[in-house]
């Protein structure tokens, strides 16, 4: 047995091995570094190859026919400016192998260079194809231009390789059929390299650019008078009509289109033949396969009209695709090397506690007639699973009673039994360990299945039982109720929901709305405000702490919604992931509102204090969120500590089918939570049990740790790079009382007509409630909250205080009227 365990542990050794050299290899910094090296000989073979040009002459007889070997050991006697070695690489490359184009080689090498960087972010496939097609292509087009020069020259401008292949050719096609053959693999290559040459070339070989010089010349000789035209329209089109120099472009098309639909009607008329004439090619161009189209007889009315009102047909694909990112371009992810390595990923397993424990159930449940068949243990980080089946004729229920028995049996804090546990036909019983093991965030997220995963909002939060890393997607989940007791590890696991999306979202396609009442938990976010951030336009601080500016927040969350809504419906689209496609893929005209949508990510701490300040008024927009914001890319997480069903009701639930709870204090709790009790016997400390919608039952998973210090680094590492100039800001909320939303300071020289009643309200009750101002006054919340802030400007309340009611600082009537004197 002892020999069985040795072997193991050898093996878990090894595999912890290979895993950090796997690590080492492909790591940001080994990245770096191989990127910087092969830009670095990059950058000496090209210097190589430039001074070949000018010393390769001289060298010529010094390398030739010499092996390096024999070379190197000749150092110096060459004037190649980077020694024997370059003026032996540069004469192979140049002479033996490729010419000149034997600079595309290093072209792919500085891309590959700058991609391991991270300072560009092109395809290198496509880069390798392009490079090795124009390489060879190369050679043969410059061996083939030179081929009579090559007796008297040091250098050969197609190298060997074009040499020998061009003579093939023309022994075989010919001279005419080997400049065919170089157009023909010239434009094949230019096609699959830009979009434009296919419009291009059908231009050209319709003859469309022979027709606009004509036409333009025929308009010239006869000196039409031109029709008066508005100056703008007159300016914009002599800055895009440029028939000579034609090229096929819709951007300039669209903007064309535009200045046409600008045009007064009446400048459209048919009598105004040469403005329409001087639009002619624009139809031809519209529809460049159909060159009779564009003929003065249509009237010219389809394409500049049209275009710019029917999304359908609207469509610059020719300018390639949109790229979301490029204005943050130079945006590096967070490294792996910002988290700390608590564990090494795998579960050390103490056989003598397993077989103790397995003892212990078995004896317990003997002592309580019941027999079992097998038992079988699975070992997780925090806590090991027991399967047993018992012998037949045993009811379930019975063992389902006696947790408590079994726990205080092996001496365990809490067990849990599953009973049956699902699919398997057997009851689990989950028992803690005695050495129970940090997962850290590193081990989740450096794992390959979050590396690789392809989820839209991808979150790693920790792991299963059987030591697997569990994730899930934000955005299938849609929304996320998350509650756990105080202490219990609900901020670690939003730290490590936040922490999973931040390693796998840019800038520019994931913003947060953060509400944290708490005022602590969040702040340390305030840092990447101008990355990662959205808030309302005029609000000052980007976390919302006020719950006045929570209820804005999230209202005008609500209007981003709705707007977005109208968006996708105009793109006719069905759901964000498919808005931005067609907005990537350029079918869509930003003129017309249509912009890339970020997923949004609200995260409302504190739920329950928030309700209790707020009641109706937040829970109204949350309600709204939850129930229709999926499908435009809006995704809220709700925490809170107390989770009572005046706080989780039952509009609450059905809105958020995936829940996640820590452990709590009652099974009541557990309930209202999960539907089903068990969370009452977690064990604290990230323990926790998920409930993803979809499924019916929830899994225990152990939440990974991110410490404070670790997020610090995080945001410190992603706010120290190029940001956008603001947050992302949400749409402006009126308030009630017509008032815009304002997270500003507070003006006492604008105060409220209320504001003497209410402070006397305030100071006769001394209770700092913004409901009872709401009551008494009957006016709305956001009218009694700004009043309230007005109170606490004035020194007549306490700051925000959570769910308690703010402390009353003026004791009696006579020093408030005092104050209210002194405001005057
Ligand atoms: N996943 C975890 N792994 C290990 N320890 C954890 C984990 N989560 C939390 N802890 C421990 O529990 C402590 C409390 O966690 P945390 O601050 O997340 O609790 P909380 O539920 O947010 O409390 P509160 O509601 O009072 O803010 C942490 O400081 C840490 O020591």
Redesign the pocket.
């Known amino acids: 047995m002892a020999k069985k365990t040795t072997a193991k542990q050898n093996t878990n050794n090894g595999e912890s091995k290979l895993k950090g050299i796997r690590n080492f290899f492909t790591g940001e910094r080994t990245r770096f570094i191989t990127g910087l090296v092969i830009s670095i000989v990059t950058i000496y073979v090209g210097l190589a190859l430039i001074s070949f040009f000018f010393t390769g002459g001289a060298d010529q007889s010094k390398i030739e026919n010499i092996p390096l070997s024999d070379l190197v050991i000749n150092r110096g006697a060459v004037e190649n400016w980077t020694g024997v070695r370059g003026a032996f690489l540069a004469d192979l490359l140049m002479n033996r192998w490729f010419g000149i184009s034997s600079f595309l080689i290093l072209f792919f090498l500085g891309s590959v260079g700058a991609k391991l960087m991270n300072l560009s972010r092109v395809s290198l496939m496509k880069r390798f194809l392009f490079s090795a097609a124009m390489l060879i292509w190369g050679s043969l087009f410059f061996a083939f231009i030179f081929i009579r020069g090559y007796e008297d020259t040091f250098i050969y401008l197609g190298g060997q390789h074009g040499y020998y292949l061009s003579e093939v050719m023309m022994n075989n096609i010919g001279v005419p059929g080997t400049i065919l053959l170089l157009v023909g693999l010239f434009l094949i290559i230019a096609i699959f390299t830009s979009k434009r040459t296919i419009p291009f070339l059908q231009n050209v070989f319709s003859f469309g650019w022979l027709k606009n010089r004509l036409k333009h010349e025929k308009s010239e000789v006869q000196d039409v008078p031109q029709a008066p035209q508005p100056a703008a329209y007159h300016e914009t089109m002599e800055e895009v009509v440029e028939p000579d120099e034609y090229v096929f472009d819709t951007e300039t098309e669209m903007r064309k289109a535009e200045v046409e639909e600008k045009m007064p009607e009446e400048e459209k008329m048919p009598e105004e033949k040469e403005v329409l004439q001087k639009n002619d090619f624009e139809f031809e161009v519209a529809r460049g396969d159909d060159p009779v189209v564009g003929t003065a007889a249509d009237g010219g009315t389809t394409f500049e009209v049209e275009v710019p009102e029917d999304e359908e047909t609207f469509d610059q694909s020719q300018l390639g695709k949109y790229d979301p990112r490029l204005d943050l371009s130079r945006y590096v992810f967070p490294t792996l090397d910002l988290l700390k390595f608590y564990d090494s990923g795998n579960v050390e397993v103490n056989r003598e506690e397993l077989e103790e424990n397995q003892q212990m159930i078995k004896q317990t449940l003997e002592d309580f007639g019941i027999n079992i068949a097998s038992i079988k243990a699975t070992v997780g980080p925090t806590v090991t699973l027991y399967e047993i089946i018992p012998e037949a004729g045993v009811r379930i229920s019975k063992i389902k009673n006696l947790e408590d028995d079994i726990a205080l049996s092996l001496s365990a804090l809490q067990i849990r039994i599953i009973a049956p546990m699902p699919g398997k036909g057997t009851i689990g019983i989950e028992v803690p360990n005695n050495k129970p093991q940090?997962?850290s965030m590193q081990s989740v997220v450096a794992s390959r299945k979050f590396l690789e995963c392809t989820y839209d909002l991808p979150v790693a939060i920790?792991k299963t039982i059987v030591n697997e890393v569990f994730m899930f997607d934000l955005c299938k989940t849609p929304h996320l109720l998350v509650a756990?007791?105080?202490?219990?590890?609900?901020?670690?696991?939003?730290?490590?929901i936040i922490t999973s999306l931040l390693y796998k979202k840019h800038p520019a396609e994931l913003k947060f709305v953060m509400v944290d009442p708490?005022q602590v938990?969040f702040s340390i976010y305030s840092k990447i405000e101008r990355h990662y951030l959205a808030k309302l336009p005029n609000a000052d601080k980007p976390i919302v702490t006020e719950p006045g500016d929570a209820v804005a927040t999230l209202n005008s969350l609500v209007i981003e919604m709705e707007n977005r809504y109208k968006l996708l419906v105009d793109a006719s689209a069905r759901n964000i992931k498919e808005y931005n496609e067609k907005f990537i893929s350029r079918r869509l005209n930003p003129e017309k509102g249509h912009r890339f949508l970020p997923y949004i990510v609200a995260i409302v701490d504190e739920f329950a204090d928030l309700i209790a300040t707020s009641g109706k008024e937040i829970e109204l927009p949350i309600s709204r969120i939850a129930a229709k914001a999926r499908a435009v890319g809006i995704h809220m997480i709700l925490a809170t500590?107390r989770p009572d069903t005046k706080v989780i009701t039952g509009t609450i639930k059905s809105n958020f089918p995936s829940r996640i709870a820590?452990k709590v204090m009652s099974q009541i709790d557990s309930r209202t939570i999960l539907d089903t009790p068990g969370a009452n016997r977690l064990i604290?400390?990230?323990d926790m049990l998920i409930l993803i919608t979809g499924s019916s039952e929830p899994t225990r998973v152990?939440?990974?740790?991110v410490d404070t210090p670790e997020v610090e680094d995080i945001v410190n590492y992603v706010g120290a790079q190029v940001a956008y100039p603001t947050a992302y800001l949400l749409p402006e909320y009126i308030g009630e009382g017509g008032e815009s939303s304002s997270a500003g300071t507070v003006d006492l020289s604008d105060r409220d007509p209320l504001f003497d009643e209410a402070a006397r309200l305030i100071v006769i009750q001394q209770q700092g409630s913004t409901s009872l101002i709401q009551r008494k006054f009957a006016i709305g919340y956001n009218r009694a909250g700004r009043l309230m802030d007005q109170l606490e400007a004035a020194g007549i309340v306490g700051p925000f205080e959570g769910s308690k009611a703010r402390q009353v600082l003026i004791q009696d009537e006579y020093g408030l009227e005092q104050l209210l004197n002194s405001l005057k």
Do not use: I, R
């Open positions: 940090t997962v920790g756990g007791a105080t202490g219990q590890g609900k901020s670690v696991g939003l730290n490590a708490k938990e500590q820590f604290g400390k990230g152990q939440c990974a740790f």
